[in-house]
């Protein structure tokens, strides 16, 4: 039984951001810190993969539609998304192989949780949306067939940190460290043997120059602006993707 488990979700490949959590004391005598997907689409892939390697059994990695994604570009299936062609190309052969073989899910104990199953976005898929508004009928579908004895669910995804419940069942979105919607700063959570929804704040210029200097990516000033700054807000998110969570 895990007495404190750190959830770090959708990285995007951000190595100031990664450092901040990384530093934060309640991360750093955790358990277990969960990473649930979307590690290194970014502008720092390498950095912030090597950073996590090192952190050897203390982490447990899922895999995400954009780490899916790094895969399948490596092996010539281009990306929509010009950072993840770029992501791709940096990685290391080693790298690359460790993406590959990321599962879908895990499943952990977890003090005053019970069970608690950790995904990307959904238990069945890693990439198909569902946000906290989303209808009861729409997370009793992606919810089929998941064990009785589950009793949390943990994802990412959709950049949006939050917590509520669906038929009994805690949902918990540990929001985004390296690109949030709705408000800067590296946003993670905190389980056992309750929830907090936790966000750590950084010197988000210091961080934009540090990625523009830093990285090779040709956008990768524009990349840091838009992301680590947070331009869009939960709400611009929540309207683009709620056509895609089957409403």
């Known amino acids: 039984m895990l007495e404190r488990v750190a ?3 959708d990285i995007h490949g951000a190595l100031p951001a990664l450092e901040a959590v990384l530093a934060e004391p309640d991360v750093a005598a955790a358990d277990l810190i969960v990473l649930t997907g979307d590690i290194a689409a970014g502008p720092q892939p390498v950095e912030v ?3 996590l390697a090192a952190l050897g059994e203390r982490a447990c990695w899922v895999g995400g539609n954009a780490d899916r994604e790094l895969v399948e570009a490596r092996a010539g299936r281009s990306s929509p998304h010009d ?4 992501a791709a190309a940096q990685l290391r052969d080693d790298q690359i192989a460790r993406l590959a073989a990321l599962p879908l899910t895990v499943t952990l104990p977890v003090a005053g949780l019970g069970e608690v199953l950790f995904c990307h976005a959904t238990p069945r898929d890693d990439e198909e949306m569902v946000l906290v508004d989303s209808r009861p009928e729409r997370w009793a579908e992606v919810f089929a067939g998941l064990p009785a004895e589950v009793g949390t669910v943990v994802c990412g995804h959709t950049h949006m940190p939050f917590t509520r419940l669906v038929d009994r069942r805690l949902v918990v979105n540990a929001g985004s460290v390296g ?3 709705g408000g800067a700063g590296a946003w993670w959570a905190l389980l056992g043997p309750g ?3 936790r966000r750590t704040g950084y010197d988000v210029d ?3 120059a540090r990625v523009a200097a830093g990285s090779a990516f040709p956008d990768a000033a524009e990349w ?3 992301y680590l700054r947070s331009r869009h807000s939960d709400i611009d998110a929540l309207a683009v993707f709620a056509p895609r969570d089957g409403r």
């Open 224 to 226: 840091a602006d838009e």
């Open 195 to 197: 929830v907090q929804l």
């Open 7 to 9: 959830v770090l979700s």
């Open 206 to 208: 210091a961080a934009c």
């Open 49 to 51: 993969l090597d950073l």
């Open 83 to 86: 950072v993840s062609n770029w």
């Open 179 to 181: 690109m949030p919607y």
